[in-house]
């Protein structure tokens, strides 16, 4: 479960929750622009685009939730149970990635999401996990920039890449539902109505125009929710605003301790939330239990050298 916006102001503000029943054992990771990334299938990049993102960075791969590049392009997986299928191997032609090789790989050799486009045409994701300890995650993508975004899903039927109007992505259902869904929502509005049945207002109150906004956890309503958030969304024109305005959004769709409990018995909470100042490469987060936002920028001291930079989170 899962929840990202991009608040555009000029520039892009990526916004992710990540709900998720377990620490998975995450930090900051910024991957050089000169660090080699191998890949199972599709090859070695030598010298690429400099990443910085939460990643748990086993045997020297940065298995990225979420990032982005120096470019300004930034990329999030997100659980996609069910409908997600991954191919025994690619069609002849194609280039074959793991799952947890999308986010490293698009981040290091595109700078837009024009770019993603064109090499998501070009992928298949086939079963390979990164080793027995580590099973695959059912996920999909999105694809983000200052000028759009796009969705990444491969199902039964293939992989199949879509405009994202709206800058939102949750989880199940596919994208294509969650952008009819919303069409049931079009006619909310910040501003209260026009008229009221109580006409001496004595039980009035602000926000009559949003009456009928989903308030529960499941990912279509989370998905209206921050949509809904999203296109009213005013806030100063500094850095610092649009940061606190991304993480206001994402406080309106996170999951609080014991408000959803797993089939087996777990609780799924917001384990943190983060906003990626796309333009200048910082990346600001804050825990569930430490509401304290910090910072990791990347820098040309962890941008050069063959080795990850990692940071505690």
Not at 107 to 132: H, Q, S, Y
Not at 264 to 276: A, H, N, P, V
């Amino acid at each position: 479960m899962c929840t990202v916006v991009n608040f555009v102001k000029d520039t892009l503000f990526f916004g992710r929750n990540l709900d998720i029943e377990y620490d998975f054992g995450q930090k900051i990771v910024v991957m050089p622009g000169d660090y080699p990334l191998h890949t199972k299938l599709a090859g070695s990049l030598i010298v690429h685009y400099a990443t910085i993102g939460a990643a748990r960075a086993e045997e020297g791969f940065p298995l990225y939730a979420e990032a982005a590049n120096e470019k300004g392009l930034c990329m999030a997986g997100l659980n996609f149970p069910f409908n997600a299928q991954y191919f025994e191997k690619a069609e002849e032609g194609k280039t074959a990635l793991a799952p947890y090789e999308m986010i490293p790989y698009f981040l290091a050799r595109c700078a837009t999401v024009g770019e993603a486009k064109l090499l998501a045409e070009r992928v298949e994701i086939v079963r390979i996990p990164f080793n027995v300890a580590l099973p695959l995650a059912p996920l999909h993508w999105i694809v983000a920039d200052k000028t759009g975004s796009i969705v990444i899903e491969q199902t039964a039927q293939g992989l199949k890449i879509h405009d994202n109007p709206v800058g939102v992505l949750t989880n199940n259902p596919p994208f294509e539902f969650h952008l009819q869904n919303i069409k049931k929502s079009e006619s909310l509005c910040a501003k209260n109505p026009d008229k009221v049945m109580d006409e001496d207002k004595k039980f009035f109150s602000q926000g009559k125009g949003a009456v009928g906004l989903p308030g529960d956890f499941s990912s279509e309503s989370r998905f209206v929710k921050a949509w809904f958030c999203l296109k009213n969304s005013e806030c100063g024109d500094s850095d610092a605003a649009k940061t606190a305005q991304t993480f206001k959004i994402l406080d309106g769709v996170a999951m609080i301790r014991g408000s959803v409990i797993t089939d087996e018995d777990r609780r799924d909470i917001t384990r943190y939330s983060c906003c990626i100042d796309a333009e200048n490469g910082a990346y600001y987060y804050k825990k569930y239990d430490d509401l304290n936002v910090k910072c990791v920028h990347m820098t040309k001291e962890n941008t050069s050298g063959e080795k990850l930079a990692v940071y505690e989170m």
